[in-house]
């Protein structure tokens, strides 16, 4: 089994980070956090997460640390 390709590895860790909750640092569109936290469930054959709503239904929104005008760490 080969490596996994690139857009595959980034839509992973993309998923990864909302699972937790987490600000995705996607510059240069920003600092983003999903507005509706979106359910995952492990149904893949192969193991792997699913969204739900599927991702081109996920909206975005600009974390509240890049409206104040930076990190607050």
């Given at each position: 089994m080969g490596q996994k390709p690139i857009d595959h590895a980034i839509g992973e860790w993309?998923?990864?980070?909302?699972?937790?909750?987490?600000?995705?640092?996607?510059?240069?569109?920003?600092?983003?956090?999903?507005?509706?936290?979106?359910?995952?469930?492990?149904?893949?054959?192969?193991?792997?997460?699913?969204?739900?709503?599927?991702?081109?239904e996920i909206e975005f929104v600009h974390s509240r640390n890049e409206e104040k005008g930076g990190s607050t760490t």
């Open positions: 993309i998923i990864d980070k909302l699972r937790r909750h987490e600000e995705v640092d996607l510059m240069p569109f920003g600092h983003l956090l999903v507005k509706h936290q979106p359910q995952t469930r492990k149904d893949h054959r192969e193991g792997g997460w699913s969204l739900i709503p599927p991702k081109d």
